[in-house]
């Protein structure tokens, strides 16, 4: 299994995780790292763009390290 793998961010939850989809549909939130900075604000920034989160699996339970903008291709 890979040590990180990206996610396209669909929202975040009340409680801060991420809410991300994956490449076969499943739905479900991530935490976000301590020292990662992400609200609300951070999904509209750039509404033509993808939000994709970078997920490290090796700890449990998973956790968001960093999010990047992506144009759709």
Known sequence: ???EIKQLVIGISREGEI???SNRGRIYPVKVSPDLSFSCEDLFR????ELYATI???VQPWECVSIEYVEPE
Do not use: S
């Open 19 to 21: 809410i991300v989809k």
């Open 46 to 49: 750039h509404t033509d763009m």
């Open 56 to 58: 490290n699996t090796e």
């Open 1 to 3: 299994m890979a040590n």
